[in-house]
């Protein structure tokens, strides 16, 4: 080869090298510099704190991302009725007819059973455990398993702590007293309640206090002293029994189309992440300072009369509970898949919980 021919390619290859190192960064540039413009639904009606706006809420989680990415990530939240159905945010996320949606997961067992591990477990893990199984253990994993074949992918976006049993129009003194009870109660609860005779209903919550004041359902659990009392539901019913055996935790989930989330570069997926984990820590604390004055202020001046099931019911649940979720795990491969990582986590988290926060509790 003469040394003209070979100056030429070198100064050709050097030229294609160095054209491949300034593409790549301009490629990234230009990623990084492409803004965003998403819609999320919520399940739950205009104005709700917690579940809609405040701290830790879906529409905070909405003001940290665009903060975080710099305006290159905007999105516009939607609460129930503003342009989907409370409940449909499943399918519309799905079909792509929105970028995001804040629920519940349990809120989809009828198009994914397993689904309700994510967002609750009667006389399950407390919150610690919960968000510990999903961060750490193969919760998040599997909850990603699960969706993914049905073009999904969700976070943790929130937690109530551990909610009440509910609303009663009646005294609740026996187990026979649930036999032919209408009741409002999402999620595995529900199923259980099932078994013991009462007619289950799933509600939105903001249909909730017209149905139980109408007499339409005898009970309803939503969430706990603040958020109840706001839907008034004292107003309605008085027997308010706190025992959190069906909700010891729950999840706020949030929902996105997994192939919107693919779009997305690597720095606002994080930034989506992180701002999901901070809403966690905000909508829990919330939660705890603000149910104490709640509960002070309705048994003192609304008239209710607040107090734990009685250990009978609440025995008999648990056993319901145990074959229930049993039964269910053994009918669906998913489920057990699910069921089987959570009890083995739980089984772990009990035994530390009964040497660090148990002792600590009975003090």
């Given amino acids: 080869m003469s040394m003209n021919r070979r100056k030429f390619l070198g100064a050709a290859l ?9 593409a790549a960064p301009a490629l990234v540039r230009a990623q ?9 639904t919520n ?40 342009l989907i159905p409370a409940l449909e945010g499943f399918n519309a996320v799905a079909q792509g007819t929105v970028e995001m949606n804040a629920a519940n997961a349990y809120f989809w067992a009828g198009n994914i059973p397993a689904a309700q591990f994510f967002t609750t477990v009667p006389f399950g893990m407390n919150t610690q455990g919960m968000m510990a199984w999903l961060y750490q253990g193969d919760g998040l994993k599997l909850w990603h398993e699960l969706y993914e074949p049905h073009g999904l992918i969700a976070f943790p976006m929130g937690n109530t702590g551990v909610q009440m049993t509910g609303w009663f129009r009646e005294p609740i003194e026996s187990v026979k007293d649930l036999d032919g009870l ?31 004041e109408r007499g339409v359902i005898d009970a309803a659990e939503f969430v706990g002293p603040f958020q109840d ?22 999840v706020t989930e949030l929902l996105i189309n997994k192939e919107v989330w693919d779009s997305l570069p690597k720095d606002l997926q994080m930034m989506i992440q992180m ?21 002070k202020d309705l048994v003192e001046n609304e008239g209710v009369i607040a107090q734990p099931l009685p250990e009978p019911i609440v025995s008999r649940l648990k056993e319901v509970t145990d074959d229930t979720l049993a039964s269910m795990a053994n009918a669906d491969p998913q489920m057990k898949k699910v069921y089987d990582s959570y009890m083995t986590f739980k089984k772990k988290h009990a035994s530390w919980a009964a040497l660090s926060e148990k002792p600590l509790l009975n003090l």
């Avoid at 199923?191 to 009462?198: A, N, Q, T």
């Avoid at 701002?275 to 905000?282: D, G, P, R």
């Fill in 14 to 22: 050097a030229s294609t090298t160095a054209g491949a190192t300034l």
């Fill in 229 to 250: 009392r706001r839907l008034g539901l004292h107003n309605a019913a008085k027997y308010y029994y706190t025992t959190g055996w069906h909700e010891p935790t729950n």
């Fill in 32 to 40: 990084e510099s492409k803004s965003f413009n998403f819609k999320m």
């Fill in 43 to 82: 399940a739950y009606p205009p104005g709700s704190p917690f579940y809609v706006q405040g701290p830790g809420s879906p529409t905070d989680f909405c003001n940290k991302v665009k903060a975080m990415s710099g305006g290159r990530l905007n999105i516009s939240h939607f609460a129930a009725g503003e």
């Fill in 275 to 295: 701002a999901a984990q901070a809403s966690v820590l905000e909508s829990l604390s919330w939660s705890e300072a603000n149910n104490a004055d709640a509960l």
């Fill in 182 to 212: 209408k009741m409002r109660i999402p999620g595995l609860a529900g199923k259980v309640y099932s078994e013991l005779g009462v007619s289950v209903r799933l509600l939105p919550g903001g249909e909730i206090f017209p149905a139980l």
